[in-house]
């Protein structure tokens, strides 16, 4: 995810007020995901302990989509698979394109999201970043990532939970690759914890390894610290160009270990860039969705070069030729290899196939079930119609506390992916509709785009009736809207009209003005 970890734009952080949460420990993310994959979770043990993980896959992007990652487009962006490309292990890749001139955040770029979560295990892949030799003043990232933050405060610390493990790079500088590992993460109040390293590979500088509480912070310096700044130092990689040539990149993740790595592109010698075994309490315990990301930045620069933070001026391309999860792998005993994909091949067929990508989400902040019974008690507007009726949307998460009732807390939010999004409301039988209540995420009174309210008598929502829509550059695709745009308050958007048929009710939003997200605390229907 990786917005910048020093810039308030960071990445996901802005995300909203926190949708990625990271699951718990083995035995939590069993009791919440395990409904969905017991059968196929594997428990296995690692030369660091016994942890539990998804069943391994191996993706070499020969179709033109993929079982194991959806393709999120945003502001332009394209992802395209089975491109060939001669410097690919079997000659084919998948690209990630940022456009020319987009928008600022993760939002305005191309985003691969698995549709399920991963925990413990070895994560691998061949890559190339972003290239910007022709402007080299380009702010841009590249990332191969973990994340997931979804308002919980599973460790109890009170900062909410931040699961994020990363690899990224500053497009302006290609020699150098940043190293994170988040716990915790809230925009409001601000606070974080993390430890990174930031390294120079081509000279084997490492600039700096921290335990950070806050952006450009560092906390405390682990630099010579056995257990959290091993190794001390590193051999440089002459000539290396992260955005030049395709690198293998990996990290292996256990409960009281973490180590990133790369394989030199010559011997196939495996090179540690940090083996992390500090406080359990600084490593992630909760699984995480596998992402890759390219965006444009304007407030991380490189350290040296603080201009460089302006838009691509032409398009950019970040290209995977494969990527691998797997499970059981030690840290300190990944078998050398080369830059080939002959290892991936040999990986297992997986077969707990994503559920398309709107596989069923269990891993909620502080469940549904939770939340107090609530019974059709008119309001002083009448019945509330879409109390206790669950809404359903493409990656939902919390579907049960859009309309539990309870619209006073605006963490109590159903979460959606980034972009244009929308949910359904199914009222069970038509009926003659005259309002519709929304509150979004309200905390910080954001303002949330090209909201629409669309009714309908049948599921497929043709024909339609569009009650409310303030998308005034049609880019959810729903027609150029008429109404403003208003910021967020506990209070709701209230929307009446004249007298509707209609039996479900469809919602759509864009992100806001704090992130690429969107959030639902509650929505009512009334007659």
Not at 151 to 157: I, L, S, T
Not at 359 to 381: E, F, I, M, V
């Amino acid at each position: 995810m990786s917005p910048s970890n020093f810039s308030t734009d960071h990445r996901y952080k802005n995300l909203a007020p926190s949708w990625r949460g990271r699951l718990r420990v083995a035995t939590t993310w069993l009791g919440i995901v395990g409904t969905a994959l017991v059968s196929l979770v594997t428990a296995i043990s690692l030369q660091t302990g016994l942890i539990f993980a998804a069943p391994a896959f191996t993706e070499q992007w020969t179709g033109s989509t993929s079982p194991y990652f959806n393709f999120l487009l945003n502001g332009g962006s394209t992802i395209t698979s089975n491109v060939a490309d001669a410097a690919a292990s079997d000659g084919k890749i998948v690209d990630l394109t940022l456009p020319a001139f987009p928008s600022a955040g993760p939002g305005g770029g191309p985003n691969l999201q698995s549709p399920i979560l991963y925990g413990f295990g070895t994560y691998e892949t061949r890559m190339k970043t972003l290239d910007c030799s022709s402007q080299p003043n380009t702010g841009a990232i590249s990332g191969f990532f973990t994340y997931l933050n979804d308002g919980a405060d599973q460790n109890g610390n009170s900062v909410k939970d931040n699961s994020e493990i990363d690899f990224e790079w500053l497009c302006a500088e290609p020699n150098v690759v940043w190293l994170t590992m988040w716990t915790d993460y809230q925009d409001s109040p601000l606070a974080m914890k993390r430890v990174y390293r930031e390294l120079d590979i081509a000279s084997g500088t490492i600039r700096r390894t921290c335990y950070s509480e806050g952006f450009g912070a560092c906390t405390q310096n682990l630099t010579g610290s056995p257990t959290e700044g091993s190794p001390s130092t590193i051999a440089g990689l002459s000539g290396y160009n992260s955005s030049a040539a395709y690198y293998t990149y990996g990290f292996t993740w256990a409960t009281n270990r973490m180590t990133w790595y790369m394989y030199h592109p010559s011997t196939g010698a495996k090179i540690i860039l940090w083996d992390y075994q500090g406080p359990t309490s600084r490593i992630t315990q909760r699984p995480a969705y596998y992402m890759f990301n390219a965006w444009h930045t304007n407030n991380w620069p490189p350290p040296n070069n603080p201009n460089a933070v302006q838009q691509p001026n032409s398009p950019r391309h970040l290209k995977l030729d494969w990527v691998t999860y797997n499970t059981g792998v030690s840290p300190t005993s990944t078998p050398t290899r080369t830059n080939t994909a002959t290892s991936p091949t040999n990986t297992p067929t997986r077969t707990n196939t994503p559920i398309g990508p709107t596989p069923t989400k269990t891993n909620t902040a502080t469940g549904p079930t939770n939340t107090p019974t609530r019974t059709n008690t008119p309001t002083s507007g009448g019945t509330n119609l879409a109390l206790g009726k669950i809404a359903t949307g493409t990656s939902l998460l919390n579907p049960a506390f859009i309309t539990d009732g309870d619209k006073s807390n605006s963490n109590n939010f159903g979460g959606l992916d980034l972009g244009v999004r929308s949910i359904v409301i199914d009222l069970g039988q038509s009926y003659s509709l005259t309002k519709v209540n929304v509150w979004h995420y309200f905390a910080d009174a954001r303002t949330y785009h090209d909201v629409i309210v669309q009714l309908s008598t049948v599921s497929n929502f043709s024909p339609l009736t569009t009650v409310f829509n303030n998308d005034t550059n049609n880019s959810a695709g729903q027609g150029t809207g008429t109404n403003a745009e208003y910021a967020e308050s506990s209070a709701g958007k209230s929307i009446t009209f004249s007298p509707v048929t209609a039996r479900y009710i469809r919602l759509w939003s864009n992100g806001s003005s704090a992130n690429a997200y969107n959030h639902y605390v509650e929505v009512e229907v009334y007659q």
